[in-house]
């Protein structure tokens, strides 16, 4: 853990620290705009699901009020000419979807746990991950985003072992590894999520 903790804070001594703040203070101001900008959010995180964050981007950008407004046929169809692996199954859980975007500002006022909860168990296609990155979108900010990217880094880093499946159980016992890495360097999940992004990849996305 040692090493990874120097590493982190020479990242944000660095020129990096501003592009990290700056990424955290857009998370925190789209939790505040309208119930349609927030939902677009959450669209984005269903199409990352076993796909990637810089191809859902894409297609957010591409795509913008159609998700509220397309059907399910026409969203199919734009999503496999935009490339996504998975087109027909994320139009349905997006299309599914809609009937929350008036709940969405009741969810927002929850706890973040509980608030994980709910749309773990009220939205089709949204696991722990993806529940975890939209609130941190919003502006959450102690819930962690585990994919396989900072599932490696902790690996390498002796943190963990791989695990084989990533049960909401197991889940839970990595988030709390996380925590704990956060709270030696001081840090919300939110922010060291972009940290340890960008250890991996090189990257700042969202």
């Not at 599914?96 to 608030?115: F, Q, Y």
């Not at 919003?138 to 490696?152: K, P």
Request: aromatic residues 8%; glycine residues 8%.
């Amino acid at each position: 853990m040692q090493k990874l903790i120097v590493k982190i804070g020479d990242l944000k001594k660095s020129e990096l620290r501003q592009t990290v703040d700056v990424r955290l203070n857009e998370f925190k101001s789209l939790g505040k705009q309208i119930k349609e900008e927030v939902f677009k959010e959450l669209c984005f995180c269903l199409l990352t699901a076993n796909y990637s964050a810089e191809g859902g981007m894409r297609m957010q950008d591409e795509i913008g009020d159609g998700f509220i407004t397309f059907p399910k046929e026409k969203l199919a169809i734009i999503l496999k000419e935009l490339g996504h692996r998975f087109p027909e199954a994320r139009a349905g859980y997006i299309v599914e979807a809609r009937k929350h975007i008036w709940t969405l500002d009741e969810v927002l006022l929850m706890p973040g746990e509980s608030a994980r909860e709910w749309l773990v168990k009220n939205v089709k296609g949204l696991g722990f991950k993806e529940a975890s990155h939209f609130l941190r979108n919003v502006g959450f900010e102690n819930l962690a985003i585990i994919d396989f990217h900072i599932v490696d880094i902790l690996v390498k880093n002796g943190m963990i072992e791989k695990p084989k499946t990533l049960t909401p159980k197991r889940y839970m016992e990595i988030e709390k590894v996380l925590k704990k890495l956060g709270g030696e360097m001081g840090m919300s999940m939110a922010e060291l999520d972009l940290y340890l992004w960008y250890c991996e990849t090189g990257k700042v996305l969202k």
